[in-house]
Structure formats: structure tokens, C-alpha cells
Nanobody, 122 residues
Framework: QVQVVESGGGLVQAGGSLRLSCAAS????????VGWFRQAPGQEREFVAY????????YYTNSVKGRFTISGDSAKSTVYLQMNSLLPEDTATYYC???????????????WGQGTRVTVSS
């Protein structure tokens, strides 16, 4: 049973922007953070950013700091990832999921969606 749905991916030129959405209404009340991850072909899934449900705490991997912004709309149970100044190395499938504590490890997250594909052309 899918509990999150990602959307907003697409093809963009380097330097461009995209906003990803994570519809997370199906996550349990135990959820403390919602995280974004990405996985490029042949690569392991890597952490991008997380936000607490309260929206008061955010955390980013170093490679996206200053370019990506994670935010949430509690009324819509939706988490967003605004991606600016995109680079070809940002090309990947992006996933969101929930965790019961603040963590960057994919193994600690649950309820993965199908992902949304982001392709950045040079």
C-alpha cells in the first residue's frame, strides 16, 4: 500500500529549477521527519534532505545546500523540494519517505513511493 506519492520531476537544463512534491497523508502519526532521497542508475540511494512534520528543523546533504530547499504544508500533508541551480549530477529518481526519528539513513525510512524522475541536461 503506497502511502506517499512523489511528483514534479522532468527534464530541465543545467541551471534551471524544479519543485518536487511529496503527498504524505498516508504516513502514520509516528512519523517525525519526511525525507527526500535520490538514486541515479547504478548508484545507491542517497539522502538529500529532511524536514520535521512541525517544519522547524531541516537538514541537507552538503552537495545541495544553498541550492535546494525543503518545506512542508501541514494542512495538505505535503512536503516540497525546491531545486534551483540544477546540475547534471542531480539527475536521478527522487523519492520521499517517513521516519520516526531524524536520520539520513535510507534503511530507517518507511513507506517509499514510486519516485519521480529528474533529468538535468548539460
Amino acid at each position: 500500500q503506497v502511502q506517499v506519492v512523489e511528483s514534479g520531476g522532468g527534464l530541465v537544463q543545467a541551471g534551471g529549477s524544479l519543485r518536487l512534491s511529496c503527498a504524505a497523508s498516508g504516513l502514520t502519526p509516528r512519523t517525525y521527519v519526511v525525507g527526500w532521497f535520490r538514486q541515479a542508475p547504478g548508484q545507491e540511494r542517497e539522502f538529500v534532505a529532511y524536514i520535521t512534520w512541525s517544519g522547524t528543523i531541516t537538514y541537507y546533504t552538503n552537495s545541495v545546500k544553498g541550492r535546494f530547499t525543503i518545506s512542508g504544508d501541514s494542512a495538505k500533508s505535503t512536503v516540497y523540494l525546491q531545486m534551483n541551480s540544477l546540475l547534471p549530477e542531480d539527475t536521478a529518481t527522487y523519492y520521499c519517505a517517513g521516519a520516526t526519528f531524524a536520520t539520513t539513513q535510507p534503511k530507517n525510512y518507511y513507506s517509499w513511493g514510486q519516485g519521480t524522475r529528474v533529468t538535468v541536461s548539460s
